[in-house]
T-cell receptor, first 115, second 113 residues
Framework: GAVVSQHPSRVICKSGTSVKIECRSL??????MFWYRQFPKKSLMLMAT?????????EQGVEKDKFLINHASLTLSTLTVTSAHPEDSSFYIC???????????FGPGTRLTVL | AQSVAQPEDQVNVAEGNPLTVKCTYS??????LFWYVQYPNRGLQFLLK??????LVKGSYGFEAEFNKSQTSFHLKKPSALVSDSALYFC???????????FGKGTRLSVIA
């Protein structure tokens, strides 16, 4: 089946620094990638949808200047948390889908801790 | 806009007993329905989906779900629970291809030996 990887799996950073999380589709070309955020014991909240070669579409309430998303190729999307603060600490999960596909394939997630 | 409701935060079941995790949905048009399972500090693993066809869908690890259009439900079931089934289960819906999934809040399943 389709495999999506995320790197890093865990990251700890100081407040004010920026962190980049990579999401890769390993064995298929993903025309669309999604970024979710999951709070402890909560559901996944969609942050943004990114299509290869175009600007990401952010959900209401998500700061696009804080959460920079780049989808430069059909196999890679990156999420950069800029000037991270402790409240940005969360579990970030990406998913990828093929054009016309009804299924999303999820990465293993990245645990971000901002001190 | 589509939405998903998982009315139970927690479901407890004895090992060997049947289990049900409930899910109801709201969409305009035909629903595409999914169940995912999440283990601690892990991403989501796909269990099964309903797009069209038979209302009873069989998925991974012996799980199945029944699509009920009149009740707008898509409950997850397994005839005999295992301790290893203990995890967080998410129901999700989308209303067209390419649109992002909308997730329920999740139901934590605990299977007790």
């Amino acid at each position: 089946g389709a495999v999506v990887s995320q790197h890093p799996s865990r990251v700890i950073c100081k407040s004010g620094t920026s962190v980049k999380i990579e999401c890769r589709s390993l064995d298929f070309q993903a025309t669309t990638m999604f970024w979710y955020r999951q709070f402890p014991k909560k559901s996944l909240m969609l942050m943004a949808t990114s299509n290869e070669g175009s600007k990401a579409t952010y959900e209401q309430g998500v700061e696009k200047d804080k959460f920079l998303i780049n989808h430069a190729s059909l196999t890679l999307s990156t999420l950069t948390v800029t000037s991270a603060h402790p409240e940005d600490s969360s579990f970030y999960i990406c998913s990828a889908s093929l054009s016309g596909s009804d299924e999303q394939f999820f990465g293993p997630g990245t645990r971000l801790t901002v001190l | 806009a589509q939405s998903v409701a998982q009315p139970e935060d927690q479901v407890n079941v004895a090992e060997g007993n049947p289990l049900t995790v409930k899910c109801t949905y709201s969409v305009s048009g035909n629903p595409y329905l999914f169940w995912y399972v999440q283990y601690p500090n892990r991403g989501l693993q796909f269990l099964l989906k309903y797009i069209t066809g038979d209302n009873l869908v069989k998925g991974s690890y012996g799980f199945e779900a029944e699509f009920n259009k009149s009740q707008t439900s898509f409950h997850l079931k397994k005839p005999s629970a295992l301790v290893s089934d203990s995890a967080l289960y998410f129901c999700a819906v989308r209303d067209a291809r390419g649109t992002p999934l909308v997730f329920g809040k999740g139901t934590r399943l605990s299977v007790i030996a």
